[in-house]
């Protein structure tokens, strides 16, 4: 039977490793859908160029697979900024709905994680939690992580990345970023990860 867990929310709030977290604990496979649209966004980078010319993308996002989502070449911020602008085209959201609908249905669980799961792509979820931070708590946690990773960033930079992506996801009029009506808020900007974990681990056995 499935179980599914939708985890929405902005960039860097949390959601991956809450998402890695629980789907641990529970035994849930795990899919970071945001991969899907960085796939898209750096292969439009790689082969069309700052452009993005829509038409050229969606043929992109027809040719996505599960392999895709392991290449090492998707964190960067240049790809983040491209996953975001590709995702604001309808047919290429339209073209990732199947990827994520049977991957919600596995047998033995499954977690979502992404800006539209708990609203759009699995809108009937048995959890919903809506993970957020302060933008500025946010920009801090990716800051180290690009330098650990060795970009060439400042905080200032990554902060203004932050509000601009958020603004985008937000603002587009498909699948825009939202907390579910039925979603369990979960701000982290003032815990630790183990007590984000612990925070989401109880409200998903709550529901079980
Ligand atoms: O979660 P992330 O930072 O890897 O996501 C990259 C971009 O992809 C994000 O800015 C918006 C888009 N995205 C989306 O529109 N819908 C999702 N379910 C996941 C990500």
Same mark, same amino acid.
């Given at each position: 039977?499935?179980?599914?867990?939708?985890?929405?929310?902005?960039?860097?709030?949390?959601?991956?490793?809450?998402?890695?977290?629980?789907?641990?604990?529970?035994?849930f496979?795990?899919? @970071?859908?945001?991969?899907?649209? !960085?796939?898209?966004?750096?292969a439009?980078?790689?082969?069309?160029?700052?452009?993005?010319?829509?038409?050229?993308?969606?043929?992109?996002?027809?040719?996505?697979s599960? @392999?895709?989502?392991? !290449?090492?070449?998707? !964190?960067?911020?240049?790809?983040?900024?491209?996953?975001?602008?590709?995702?604001?085209?309808?047919?290429?959201?339209?073209?990732?709905?199947?990827?994520?609908?049977?991957?919600?249905?596995?047998?033995?669980?499954?977690?979502?994680?992404?800006?539209?799961?708990g609203?759009?792509?699995?809108? @009937?979820?048995?959890?919903?939690?809506?993970?957020?931070?302060?933008?500025? !708590?946010?920009?801090?946690?990716?800051?180290k992580?690009?330098?650990?990773?060795?970009?060439?960033?400042?905080?200032?930079?990554?902060?203004?990345?932050?509000?601009?992506?958020?603004?985008?996801?937000?603002?587009?009029?498909?699948?825009?970023?939202?907390?579910?009506?039925?979603?369990?808020?979960?701000?982290?900007?003032?815990?630790?990860?183990?007590?984000?974990?612990?925070?989401?681990?109880?409200?998903?056995?709550?529901?079980?």
């Amino acid at each position: 039977m499935s179980f599914i867990v939708a985890i929405d929310g902005p960039a860097a709030a949390g959601k991956g490793t809450v998402s890695k977290a629980v789907a641990a604990h529970f035994g849930f496979a795990h899919l @970071d859908t945001g991969l899907l649209y !960085r796939v898209v966004g750096r292969a439009a980078l790689a082969k069309i160029g700052p452009s993005l010319d829509p038409e050229r993308v969606i043929a992109l996002s027809t040719e996505v697979s599960a @392999d895709d989502l392991d !290449r090492n070449d998707l !964190r960067t911020a240049a790809v983040a900024q491209a996953a975001s602008k590709v995702a604001a085209i309808p047919e290429v959201r339209e073209n990732l709905v199947t990827f994520q609908r049977d991957f919600a249905q596995r047998a033995g669980g499954a977690v979502l994680d992404g800006r539209d799961i708990g609203t759009v792509i699995c809108p @009937d979820a048995d959890v919903k939690l809506f993970v957020t931070a302060s933008a500025e !708590r946010r920009a801090e946690r990716r800051f180290k992580e690009l330098e650990q990773r060795g970009e060439d960033t400042s905080y200032d930079t990554v902060l203004a990345d932050v509000i601009a992506r958020d603004k985008r996801d937000s603002e587009r009029d498909v699948a825009p970023l939202i907390a579910a009506a039925d979603a369990i808020l979960l701000d982290t900007s003032d815990l630790s990860i183990d007590e984000a974990v612990a925070q989401a681990i109880a409200a998903i056995h709550a529901k079980r």
